[in-house]
């Protein structure tokens, strides 16, 4: 079964900084992309970044309202995935969900997320 | 970037009634477009992909159509677990971005 983990949230004053993680199983997780989505409370769904693969050198993406600030990393012998968040904003607090890309370029698999706060 | 624009963005429908929602994209996109469905206090759920190809798992009740700027997304005979918020999202073009979202709700 493909399982996404993610851990790491919690409170964290502006201009700090905090790293998620997650952790995939029951699947190959050298041969996918990953991506990250927030979800602030009582709004929709926002697109944070990408990871691709070895094969497309670990490039990445990200949304510009996090281009800077937030760097996504990988450990494939771990099975990882990471969200390194810095100089946050009272705007990044959110659910940050881990998501496989499938094969389809769909996002296939879901973790149950991880709320971060950030407030003074 | 582009836009996705979801009408309506709230919807009360009965048990059994079939609905659909529309999806409307700021400029074209082919067909990378996907649905989503999200119940409160859970993660989303991937629907359908590529616009019309239904996840694995995923019950023929939901079908997918369009291409370029225009899609929906139809539930038919509705049921309780149906009620949820649906969102469209867009791949053709970094940064990915999602639709507002409906929000279905039990009439």
């Known amino acids: 079964e493909v399982q996404v983990v993610e851990s790491g949230g919690g409170l964290v004053q502006p201009g700090g900084s905090l790293r998620l993680s997650c952790a995939a199983s029951?699947?190959?997780?050298?041969?996918?992309?990953m991506d990250w989505v927030r979800q602030a409370p009582g709004k929709g769904l926002e697109w944070v970044g990408r990871i691709r693969k070895k094969a497309n050198s670990y490039t990445t993406e990200y949304a510009a309202s996090v281009k800077g600030r937030f760097t996504i990393s990988r450990d494939d012998s771990k099975n990882s995935l990471y969200l390194q968040m810095n100089s946050l904003k009272t705007e990044d607090t959110a659910v940050y969900y881990c998501v496989r890309v499938g094969s389809k370029c769909d996002l296939d698999h879901w973790g149950q997320g991880t709320l971060v706060t950030v407030s003074s | 970037d582009i836009q996705m624009t979801q009408s309506p963005s709230s919807l009360s429908a009965s048990v059994g009634d079939r609905v659909t929602i529309t999806c409307r994209a700021s400029q074209g996109i082919n067909n990378n477009l996907a649905w989503f469905q999200q119940k409160p206090g859970k993660a989303p759920k991937s629907l359908i992909y590529?616009?019309?190809s239904l996840q694995s798992g995923v019950p023929s009740k939901f079908s997918g159509s369009g291409s370029g700027t225009d899609f929906t997304l139809t539930i038919s005979s509705l049921q309780p677990e149906d009620f949820a918020t649906y969102y469209c999202q867009q791949y053709k073009i970094y940064p990915i971005t999602f639709g507002q979202g409906t929000r279905l709700e039990i009439k």
């Open positions: 029951g699947f190959t997780f050298s041969d996918h992309y």
């Open positions: 590529a616009a019309s």
